[in-house]
């Protein structure tokens, strides 16, 4: 078994279409056919079912499609890190990030892991939560900040930030924060919320604020982007709910009114793989 033959694997896994792999592989496609029949024929079993109008994964090959995921990214990973042994430096790594993380929690950690580790790397990614939890399983990523309650087996997590929710308007909305008592004063406005793309938990736990005050809100727009969201608001196109902590920094036409009564709180969690064996990650745990 080669390697060239897993990432073929890989490829044709997402396309399920062997001209299409092919042409991303920058092979031929006879020769992307010959290369998976090598491979089914060394295991012994079929990868993919074929015929003329389409291609799928049989149960095996999604299995190991998903392992061959893993190994090719642990083995880059493996790679850089012995490159950067040679120059002296002590690896890097890799952290995933909601956007809200970005506003406190990660630039501190960062400028801590400089000064106490500056042979240590650090290489950023802002992803939703499904999309960073399918990156640290896959070795893509060594830790990410997510929005979440809890984490499936086989990753650890540690709370790092709990936060209230702020609502936003803009500044020449016709409600000023001197006038707000309740959100049941805006449940006829429109609404702009981050997509559940960008957390189902999320998302719920903000709908649950709606529920606690009576209305289902008129959703006019969602986005995985919290300054999308700030920039509708301040063109008039709704309001908004928020983690109260998206508020530093914010210089536009927006107002935010904190909800810190409200029972609800948005938990940031750290989560990274009980598999990870990075030494870098070590002592970013232990600055966490």
Not at 192 to 218: A, C, K, T, W
Not at 252 to 279: C, G, P, T, Y
């Amino acid at each position: 078994m080669e390697l060239r033959q897993l990432r073929y694997l890989l490829v044709l896994g997402k396309e399920l279409h062997f001209a299409k792999a092919a042409e991303k592989l920058f092979i031929t496609q006879p020769a992307l056919s010959k290369q998976i029949q090598k491979l089914e024929e060394e295991l012994g079993l079929k990868l993919f079912d074929r015929t003329k109008r389409k291609v799928s994964l049989t149960k095996a090959g999604a299995y190991l499609m998903d392992e061959a995921e893993y190994m090719l990214n642990h083995l880059e990973r493996a790679v850089d890190a012995t490159k950067r042994k040679a120059l002296g430096e002590d690896g890097e790594i890799r952290v995933g990030f909601v956007g809200s993380a970005m506003q406190s929690i990660i630039p501190d950690l960062l400028e801590r892991l400089n000064q106490e580790h500056p042979q240590v790397h650090t290489a950023l990614e802002e992803s939703n939560n499904k999309n960073q939890l399918d990156a640290i399983a896959h070795d893509k990523l060594d830790i990410g900040f997510v929005r979440l309650e809890s984490v499936h087996s086989g990753f650890k997590s540690k709370m790092v930030f709990e936060d209230s929710f702020s609502l936003v308007i803009s500044k020449h909305h016709q409600l000023q924060p001197k006038d707000f008592k309740s959100l049941d004063q805006l449940a006829e406005e429109q609404f702009i919320l981050f997509s559940n793309d960008y957390s189902q938990e999320y998302y719920d736990i903000v709908m649950s604020i709606f529920e606690d005050h009576g209305f289902q809100p008129r959703v006019s727009h969602r986005s995985v982007q919290s300054n999308s969201i700030f920039r509708l608001v301040e063109r008039g196109l709704g309001v908004a709910i928020v983690p109260s902590s998206l508020a530093d920094g914010v210089n536009l036409d927006v107002n935010f009114i904190s909800l810190a009564h409200l029972k609800q709180r948005s938990k940031l969690m750290a989560v990274w793989s009980s598999n990870n064996r990075n030494e870098g990650l070590e002592k970013f745990l232990k600055l966490m």
